[in-house]
Every structure is written in C-alpha cells, then in structure tokens.
C-alpha cells in the first residue's frame, strides 16, 4: 500500500470512534444472523459461542483437517436444529449470501488475507489474535474493513469482561492515582517442539491450503497443528500469541497507542529444537508519557511468583488484572478492593453480534485491536534485528532502522497477496 493510502487510517486516536459511528448495520440484518467458522480447533469455542446467542446459527465449518470436520460436525449438530455444511476451503463459505459472519480461528498467517477476503464478499469478521502476522496486515485489514463497511471484532476477549472492564475504568478515572507505567506477565511449561523431519502430508490434511498465502515450503512432521507459532515464516512467537492479550490490556488502561521506542530481548534457552522464536524474552514499550513491558516465560512456570497477567503502578497503589477482573493494593502493598471472577467468551460474541443487529459500539474493533498487534511485530522487529525500533505512530512507519522495516511484510503465494 503506498503511503497516501495510509493516511485513510491516520489519527489512531479517531478510528473506533469512526468506526462506531460510520460502520452502521445498513444492511438491517434479520434477528437470525448465520455464521461460518474458519479453523476447527480454536474454532469450536467460537462454534459454542455463537450458538449461546439467541439467533445465531453455525451455517459452516472449515477445516483443512477432515478429522476436525468430523468430531466438529457432530458437536455443532448438537446445537441447533438447522444443518450444518463442512467445506475445506473457507472460499465456499463467502461465496454464500445468505452467511452475515465468517469467523476466524485459523493461523495467524490466515487472519488478514481470510478477513480482507471475507469483507469484500460482504461479511461481518470475528477474528482471532493478532489478527495479523505482520505490520502491512495490520494496516491493510483495518483499511479493507473501513473501505467495505464491515464489523470486524477482534478475539481479545478480555474486552468484553465485566469486572476487566470495571477495573480498567478505576484505572482511567484516578483510582490508584497518576498512572505512569504498566507490567505484563505470561509463564508456561511448554516442551521441546524436537527436530523435525520432511515427510509426505498426512492424507487428513489439505496442506496446500493449510498454507495458503505462505510461500510454498515443504511439509515437516513437527509443524501442524501448533508448533508453526514458534517458526518466523508461520507464526509470530509468544509475543504475538499470548502477548497480544495482555498487551492490549495494558494499552487500554494506559490509554495510549503506538510506542514511540521499542525493544525487546531474550532466547531460546531451554531445547535445540527446531523452534526460531525466543522461549524467555522481555519487551519494553516507550508510550512517550507512559511504558510498558511484557516478560515472557514460554518453558519455565514461575508459579511461585505469583505474577498477575498485568498490573498498573499509579502514585496511590498498584491495580492488578487477574483472571476475569482486579485487585487493588494500597503503596504499602496491603489489598484495598478486589472483583477477580472467571473469564468468559460469550459476552465478547453477544457484543459482535449485537454490534450488527444494534448499532452497539464494538469492544475490539479492528481498528484499536490492530494498535495492539502492532506492538507484538514492533516488538518481534526488535528481536529478531537485534536493535532498538523507533516508530512514527501518525505515519505508520519504522523511523531510520532498514533492517526492522525489511520485517514490515511478507512474501506471498502468488494469487494470495491481499488487495484492497
């Protein structure tokens, strides 16, 4: 996309205010709204999802792997009583006019082509995080869903929490006083993902179009259904795979937008494996006013640490986002208030949907949740340049740093490159 073009989408500030009130429900949409669901593993929680919203029914599911077709069809049957259609190519879905949603939970590197794809064709996107493998996709979406005027809700789901929600208020409106910096935590115990060997594509899997708009690469026996997250042409490593959620968390209560500075350091430190992404890393993003950082732990639980997923540091006590809500500690560090119950995807789906039927301002919209993927390729830049990113947030662009903007964007399959 040139430059100029970028301007279309300047003023991060103003896009989901935009959004809100241009990307109105014109199509005065029946109460019963018919989905498709992209990606059968992730997918089957939007499949339930959707099905707990009074009138909405699944119309497809899409898998390039007929073993999840089968299991998945079964399941969905279950819940509702019109029938189900499984297709292997997502294509088939968007070529049916009477779908309203396609909604995405395959690979990362699926998310922005399979959204601009879907937004052409006329659908309303739920799509998962990042929502984008890179920086160019980024962009290129948000544009695509303005330019068509379509709904797109991105599945960071704690957006739609209602005692998140509550807490990032008490951060926003002075509750622990002037805030000034943000700590994003993730801990796991993930294995080694071994050393892969070429071999034939299993006959359950349509690779081909497993790998859409990736340059052809030859199948390996160590890459399907998860481990492509931790390999650069597939996947964006932790941080876009779990940083995303508590980064946008953070941004939220900070109430900023793009970094100014970032960086971003750490390793694969615990297997000789095949993985290219770092298993322990630590981000810091510069807001100008304002930072944050995400420490990430992929191989290593911390469990006596106790970390929150983010905690905001303000004059008069630290606020902590924990599971479904928060915790407040006064500066001595004794609790003062605290609203932690479950985490639940059904709200973030009734926002969708009523975003479409009612005009209801979404609580990821594209245009802001692409803010949020942008700090994980800023801070995959970083990484894997060695270097410190400098960022113009109103130009949309790497400032004096080739290296990382040799990072912006992807080659694609031919046929595969998003248009607008």
Known sequence: MQRRRFILTAGAGTLTAAATSSLRAQDAPSQRLRVGVMGLGRGMAHVNGFQSVPGVEIAYLCDVDSRRLESAASQAAKGQETPVQTVTDFRRILEDKDVDILSIAAPNFWHAPATILACQAGKHVYVEKPGSHNAFEALAMVETARHHNRRVQMGNQRR???????????????????????????????????????????????????????????????????????????????LANNGVHALDV???????????????????????????????????????????????????????????????????????????????????????????????????????????????????????????????????????????????????????????????????????????
């Open 160 to 238: 739609s929490a209602p005692a998140i929600r509550e807490g990032i208020e008490q951060v926003r409106s002075g509750a622990i006083g002037s805030v000034r910096f943000a700590r994003c935590w993730y801990d796991a115990a993930r294995g080694s993902i071994g050393k892969g060997q070429p071999a034939p594509a299993p006959n359950w899997l349509d690779y081909d179009l497993w790998q859409g708009p990736v340059p052809e690469t030859p199948y390996r026996d160590n890459l399907v259904h998860y481990n492509w997250h931790w390999m650069w042409t597939w996947g964006g490593g932790e």
């Open 250 to 420: 953070a941004r939220w209560g900070l109430g900023v937008d793009y970094p100014a500075v970032v960086s971003c350091a750490g390793g694969r430190y615990h297997f000789d494996d095949d993985q290219e992404t770092p298993d322990t890393s630590y981000a810091v993003f510069d807001f100008g006013s304002c930072g944050a950082a995400w420490d990430s732990s992929s191989c290593l639980p911390r469990r006596h640490e106790h970390h929150p997923f983010v905690s905001f540091y303000g004059e008069n006590g630290i606020l902590s986002i924990e599971a479904g809500g928060y915790r407040i500690h006064d500066p001595d560090g004794k609790e003062r208030q605290n609203a932690v119950t479950g985490l639940d995807d059904l709200p973030h789906f009734t926002n969708f949907v009523n975003s479409i039927r009612k005009d209801e301002p979404l609580h990821a919209e594209i245009g802001d949740a692409q803010i949020s993927a942008m700090l994980c390729h800023l801070g995959n830049m970083a990484y894997r340049t060695a270097s410190v990113v400098r960022f113009d947030g109103g130009q949309r662009r790497v400032i004096e740093n080739d290296a990382a903007q040799a990072l912006w964007k992807r080659s694609y399959r031919e046929g595969w490159a998003p248009t607008i």
